[in-house]
């Protein structure tokens, strides 16, 4: 009998074939380890730049607060419970509806609802941004709560001597902040915006008055 074919011989062919399959998978393994580390190192070395490390995973800014060169709250004052604040929504866009929307959506909140009709008959423009708030020195408080329902909005003070709050709402308006993204604390004064501008040193608008309707009305707030 051939000694190829004893059955120590046959053994010893499987341990030798078995040692080449570990082989080549311990080589591929060491390869791809390499090609790795090799790759790590060029990407903490700014040699190599992966597409899905060049994503900004920063937090989202907060939302509510009003943008540069509104006027800033007064130091210390804090939100006014919703019940207590009186909103006239106004509609500058040509979506119809919206005035009544955005009011629904602040009285669901709490908000006490005045007016609702068009901007233009209110005696305001057309405004492009997201809503524009607008105040006498009785509301700031409450305007500054208004606001924080909303995404950057613009405030403005104008000669009005009741704390009642116009809510502008423009063309980049979409929804209200969701409620529970809200910044706001009952006891916490309010955050001041960076570049906001000190009370004592706006000069108020004067409080727009309503306007003959049009011969051609635009549409419904």
Do not use: K, W
Not at 83 to 112: K, M, P, W
Request: aromatic content about 6%.
């Amino acid at each position: 009998m051939s000694t190829d074919r004893t059955p120590a011989a046959a053994r010893q062919r499987r341990r030798r074939h078995t040692r080449e399959r570990q082989a080549v998978v311990f080589g591929v393994l060491l390869a791809g380890l390499g090609v790795a580390a090799a790759g790590a190192g060029a990407v903490y070395a700014g040699n190599l730049e992966l597409p899905f490390l060049a994503r900004d995973f920063s937090s989202p800014e907060p939302t509510g607060l009003a943008v540069a060169d509104s006027p800033c709250p007064p130091e210390g004052a804090t939100p006014v419970p919703y019940g207590q604040i009186t909103v006239n929504v106004y509609n500058s866009t040509n979506r119809i509806g919206l005035a009544g929307d955005t009011g629904d959506a602040l009285e669901s909140r709490g908000f006490v609802i005045g007016a609702e009709a068009n901007a233009r008959g209110a005696g305001y423009a057309a405004y492009s941004d997201t809503a524009l708030i607008q105040f006498g020195s009785q509301g700031v408080a409450a305007a500054y709560t208004v606001a924080a329902q909303f995404d950057s909005p613009q405030l403005v003070l104008d000669t009005r001597e009741d704390a009642t709050v116009d809510v502008v709402v423009g063309a980049a308006f979409n929804n209200l902040v969701a409620a529970a993204d809200v910044v706001l604390e009952p006891d916490q004064p309010f955050a001041v915006p960076e570049g906001c501008i000190a009370l004592d040193q706006v000069t108020a608008r004067p409080q727009p008055t309503p306007t003959a309707p049009a011969t051609t009305p635009p549409p419904a707030g």
